[in-house]
């Protein structure tokens, strides 16, 4: 794995010098099949059909793994096929606890699909109490899936708390990471055993691609994964996955640049104030706040997750403080119950395909935590 700055391994994770021309940029293979030596025996390199393995698409993996301080990573054709690949793994009576501010694709893929195979979902409060998630994995569930910050609502869950109570079960934490990215949170530090992604989103950053995304640290979970991509066609294609390559580049100033306007959504008449407030938490008269702030107090510039709490838009900070206030992940900070009404997917059930991508008239309270449909 590339050591070093995020946005050095944004850069550079994943992306070899080409020996035969010197190229610094990954060529998109545009191949279905691989020769191979001799049959059934692929060169050294291991590829021998695109929908398996891809040079283009192993560079992305190896790049998204290297921003998720993961192991390994695997690409899909959407936010739903890598969700989709997880839930393959699971058999008839299995459970899934996820909160119930869960984006709309997600719950209709867990209720219009895999409920008719016996996998039951249940939904909990966003974010949960502690004692919420005893209660719920006290049931034999197969995993927790977490969305924080939660689409649409923008609600956060502490990973570390739900982290130690699933696994003093040996419960497995899925955290779905597509609004934060691994510039502002990075899940697999937190004790999470798989962050999924979206990458149609910040990630991609153009409004030009529609892909998801895996990662995690555990081998054996990996070739589970990887078995579903390739039995069922979900994975990546070679210009889809250079696309993505091509975002991850810039995700660093792009999130700055998001963050810093989010700050001015403070700004403004009192009464837009205090509607803006509520519904971004880096905000500091959000009630989850404190939840969204690292442990020290050195000056934060994600207003997605942090805000500095005395100016409305921040002095830039030396460039070694910028990095020392992103190591240290928000979701670490002790949890603050959300004041806001209960959201509650079972009686209104999300519905909106593009409302991770722009906001809708049913997702608006998050309109203001982004200046672009990225």
Known sequence: MLHGRFETRAIHAGQDVRSENGAVMTPV???STFQQDAPAKPRSSGYEYSRTMNPTRTALQENLAALESARWGLAFAS???????LLDRLVPGDHVIAGNDLYGGTWRMFQRIFARYGIELHLSSTPPTSRAVERAIEREDALRYIETPSNPLL??????AVVRVAHAKKKLVVVDNTFATPYLQRPLEL???LVLHSLTKYLGGHSDVVAGALCGNDEKLRDELAFFQNAAGGQLGPMDAFLV???????ALRMERHSENALRAGEGPRRARARRARALPGLPNHPQYALGQPPDEAPRRNALLRAPAATS?????????????????????SNRSSRRPHHDAREHPPTCDAC???????????????TSTT
């Open 29 to 31: 293979y545009f191949t």
């Open 79 to 85: 936010g739903l096929a890598a969700t989709n690949a």
């Open 155 to 160: 609600r956060l869950t502490d990973i570390e």
């Open 191 to 193: 004790g999470a055993d």
């Open 245 to 251: 390559l091509r975002g991850t580049k810039t995700l």
């Open 313 to 333: 838009r921040p002095a830039r900070p030396s460039q070694s403080r910028r990095a020392s206030s992103r190591s240290r992940n928000p979701s670490a900070a």
């Open 356 to 370: 991770q991508a722009s906001p809708t008239a049913s997702c608006a309270s998050r309109s203001a935590s982004s």
